[in-house]
């Protein structure tokens, strides 16, 4: 008897994903901008990021991009992004690839003191209640239509979830 494996997988258009969150945090008035990629550096992170820069350069705004990279073990790759937020200009947008990185970078700026002042703004993707619940104050995620795909994406296919 001959096995054949089949391994379906669904994804997102990321390029949409960062393009529509550049989009909403320029229409929030803000002036500073950061992208925190996924640990990994996966391939859907890494083009949901340049997506997201590409379209704020388009508009005349510099994007900081954080991609840990060979980074070894979670808390050195902690430090080094408590350095990046710290050294951001604020107020600032950061976007977070996905909910689990935004609850991470919440955490981060929470120790910094920066949540309290108003300082960042933190904005997730996936619209996950476990994760954007989780914390406080709640994070404001993009949510995709379960219809999305790479061959049926609309951009009326998104909202945003903001969290109060």
Not at 23 to 41: D, I, K, P
Request: hydrophobic content about 40%; charged content about 25%.
């Amino acid at each position: 008897m001959r096995v054949r494996a089949r391994c379906v997988s669904i994804s997102c258009d990321n390029r949409a994903v960062g393009r529509f969150a550049a989009e909403y945090l320029m229409s929030q008035q803000f002036e500073n901008f950061a992208y925190v990629s996924e640990f990994a550096g996966s391939c859907w992170s890494v083009e949901r990021g340049r997506a997201f820069e590409r379209r704020l350069r388009d508009s005349g705004y510099g994007v900081a991009v954080f991609s840990p990279y060979g980074v070894r073990g979670i808390d050195h790759e902690r430090k080094g992004l408590a350095e990046f937020i710290r050294k951001l200009p604020k107020p600032c947008a950061l976007l977070a690839c996905n909910d689990f990185r935004a609850a991470h970078l919440m955490s981060i700026c929470e120790e910094l003191g920066l949540l309290d002042e108003g300082q960042v703004f933190v904005l997730g993707v996936d619209d996950d209640p476990e994760i954007c619940y989780s914390i406080r104050p709640a994070i404001s995620s993009i949510r995709m239509s379960e219809k999305m795909s790479h061959s049926t994406f609309i951009e009326g296919d998104f909202c945003l979830s903001p969290k109060t």
